[in-house]
């Protein structure tokens, strides 16, 4: 990987990377699709990293439909895939990590300690292996985005961050890996997350801008689900992701809410301008 993406750049083009997990969806095509307007070549990566995984989470019944992954970015024609084994990545003796202090502590941070180190670090090697240009990653992780924006940002790293869209069911569930663990009921329920969304920006529409007020729908909403079990739903500072009294710069409502075994995240956007709002679901 690392002569492919050397002999490009000796080339003077213009290298994009899409890194993922896997089971891929149109969330991951749409970052591949971005990637191809903007960089020749483009490079995806799976890479179903262990260290960002807690111990009583997920990781071994993650899905890997590999061949099918092989053919989604084939026809997208993705210049290349970057498909490293563990002991490629983590060789005997790996103790170097990466710690993105305050942004990784809070929120999915501290649902799921250690998370976020094992992003940064995994992240950080894929820069580094292929040293793209351009990196694409979606909004859908809005927490993870903004860590990655601040450890390429404190670290020098010669690459910029696109952050793309979430990408939808009709019905508004974002896409997820993870929405195939769930049952036809729970699938059903998950709906919750969109209406709660929706019911914030209707609010914001109407000219709300105190977070209590905007929470306390947002709880309503989601409490009237009966499968949903919320982790968290709070209105954070989109550059910080501390907690905002008051909305008045860029902010994030986000979620994280079980529905049985799942769990599963979802944000919105605010972007004040004047005394309107934008809002990107
Ligand atoms: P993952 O394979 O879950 O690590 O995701 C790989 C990349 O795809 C990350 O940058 C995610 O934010 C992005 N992604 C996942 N789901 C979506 C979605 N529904 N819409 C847009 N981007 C997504």
Not at 272 to 278: F, K, L, M, N, W
């Amino acid at each position: 990987m690392k002569e492919v993406a050397r002999a490009a750049r000796q080339e003077q083009r213009i290298i994009g990377l899409v890194p993922t997990m896997g089971a891929l969806h149109a969330g991951h095509m749409a970052l591949v699709q971005r990637a191809k307007k903007e960089c020749s070549p483009v490079y995806a990566s799976i890479f179903l990293n262990p260290k960002q995984f807690g111990p009583n989470e997920d990781l071994s019944r993650y899905p890997r439909p590999l061949e099918a992954d092989i053919e989604k970015l084939a026809n997208a024609k993705v210049d290349g895939l970057f498909l490293p084994d563990i002991a490629e990545m983590y060789p005997h003796g790996f103790s170097t990590y990466v710690q993105v202090e305050g942004l990784s502590e809070r929120l999915e941070g501290k649902s799921r300690p250690g998370h976020f180190r094992g992003v940064a670090t995994v992240v950080l090697k894929l820069f580094e292996i292929v040293q793209p240009h351009f990196a694409y990653f979606g909004r859908k992780d809005a927490q993870q985005v903004r860590i990655i924006q601040r450890m390429a940002h404190d670290l020098n790293l010669d690459v910029e961050i696109v952050v793309c869209p979430i990408v939808r069911e009709t019905d508004g569930l974002a896409l997820s890996s993870r929405n195939t663990y769930l049952s036809a009921e729970e699938r059903h329920a998950a709906m919750v997350l969109y209406r709660s969304l929706q019911a914030a920006a209707q609010e914001l529409v109407t000219g709300v801008r105190d977070s209590l007020e905007l929470q306390r729908t947002i709880h309503n909403v989601l409490e009237s689900e009966p499968r949903a079990r919320v982790d968290y739903a709070e209105i954070v500072d989109a550059e910080t992701f501390e907690p905002v009294v008051r909305i008045g710069r860029r902010a994030y409502v986000l979620l994280a809410v079980h529905f049985g075994k799942t769990r599963l995240i979802d944000n919105l956007l605010i972007e004040p301008e004047g005394d309107d709002v934008r809002i990107s679901l």
